[in-house]
């Protein structure tokens, strides 16, 4: 085996990076060294460089869109010279593994993985697969997924059921610093909205609309996307972020209920946690329908209730969250039955057999 390196890869939106960012570190501790492969202005760019120890290398990475765009005839070439790209990396780096959680920059990675010999590690997320993964899947050894229903849709030799990667960190939130942070406290329920990493102007215009109504019984911790901060809006029991990362633990230890896009990622760890969701999935118009179908799930096992964004208004989002906080000792006792599997460790020990193959 090759000296320990390993390369990881994976972005686009934060939920391609989360899995990593809850790995990277365990091999760091073990003496391993980490590169990791992503685009120029991705934000996994940001994410990883919050990681001591792990060298960043951006790619050109082309966008695979499922309709007609001008760009689909220039993103082939870059595509291809992010291949070249990762070809020259891999070569200098000699990586005994690569794992790869997704996303458009992550295909180049894996053909050049495999154009080098170097075995690869694909995780799925979310309950069917993304075209990206999909476009990889021929160049990897293993692939992992998430939810068991995604077995049916992979490639039965590769394919192994871990269950959800959780970052550990989400369990050590201190519920002191969380009322320190954001100045609420917990007279109320409180509620934290999260529209995607990119935020969602639909859900942020509902919210605000009904601020009034909402606030009379909850207090809002609300994540609005970059840009997407009002700062005309200063009201008592409502505070509002761009993005965040660090404080992300300090909320959930003080938030009741959670109001969410449907990345898989994210409801696996509410789950973890115990959180009552409204989720509100991408419609079809905005992605392949993803979100929909782990919303689906989440709603069929009683840990969620769903809203779908065509019928997103002031009212309806109103009375969802006013119904989930009804019901929300219901679905705490159906959370409570959800045990929450070894899957890191799962993770780390089939990518170290595969880095010894």
């Known amino acids: 085996m090759n000296r320990k390196q390993i390369i990881f890869t994976g972005g686009g939106t934060a939920g391609h990076v989360m899995v990593n960012m809850a790995i990277i570190p365990e091999f760091i501790k073990d003496g391993w060294d980490v590169d990791y492969i992503g685009s120029k202005t991705g934000i996994e760019k940001e994410l990883i460089a919050t990681i001591e120890g792990v060298t960043y290398h951006p790619i050109s990475t082309g966008k695979l869109r499922r309709y007609f765009s001008k760009e689909n005839f220039k993103d082939p070439f870059k595509v291809l010279k992010g291949t070249l790209q990762a070809y020259r990396i891999i070569g200098k780096k000699k990586p005994a593994v690569i794992f ?9 990675v894996l053909v050049a993985a495999k ?27 293993k692939i992992l997924a998430t939810f068991p229903e995604t077995m049916k849709y992979l490639p039965e030799k590769k394919a192994e059921w871990i269950g959800a990667v959780v970052r550990e960190e989400l369990f050590n939130g201190n519920r002191k610093k969380g009322y320190e942070l954001t100045g609420l406290d917990s007279r109320k329920n409180v509620l934290l909205i999260m529209g995607g990493s990119a935020g969602s102007k639909k859900i942020n215009d509902a919210i605000r609309e009904g601020l009034d109504e909402l606030l009379s019984d909850f207090h809002i911790i609300h994540i609005c996307g970059k840009g997407l901060v009002d700062d005309s809006i200063n009201r008592m029991g409502y505070v509002q972020y761009e993005y965040v990362q660090g404080e992300l633990k300090d909320f959930l230890a003080i938030t009741d209920l959670v109001c969410s896009r449907a990345g898989a990622n994210a409801i696996f760890e509410f789950l973890a946690l115990h959180k009552p969701m409204l989720l509100i999935p991408l419609s079809l118009q905005a992605s392949r329908g993803d979100q929909i179908v782990n919303a689906q799930s989440f709603a069929k096992q009683g840990y969620a209730k769903v809203l779908e964004e065509e019928n997103v208004t002031k009212s309806t989002l109103i009375q969802s969250l006013k119904d989930l906080r009804q019901q929300k000792y219901d679905i705490k006792d159906k959370m409570n039955e959800y045990k929450v599997s070894e899957a890191k460790q799962k993770v780390m020990d089939i990518i170290l057999e595969q880095a010894k193959s």
Not at 100 to 108: I, T
Not at 117 to 137: F, R, W
């Open 115 to 141: 154009m080098r010999g170097i075995p690869a590690v694909i995780h799925e997320s979310d309950y069917t697969p993304g075209l990206a993964n999909k476009l990889a899947m021929p160049f990897a050894k």
């Open 100 to 108: 790869s959680k997704g996303g458009f920059v992550s295909v180049p």
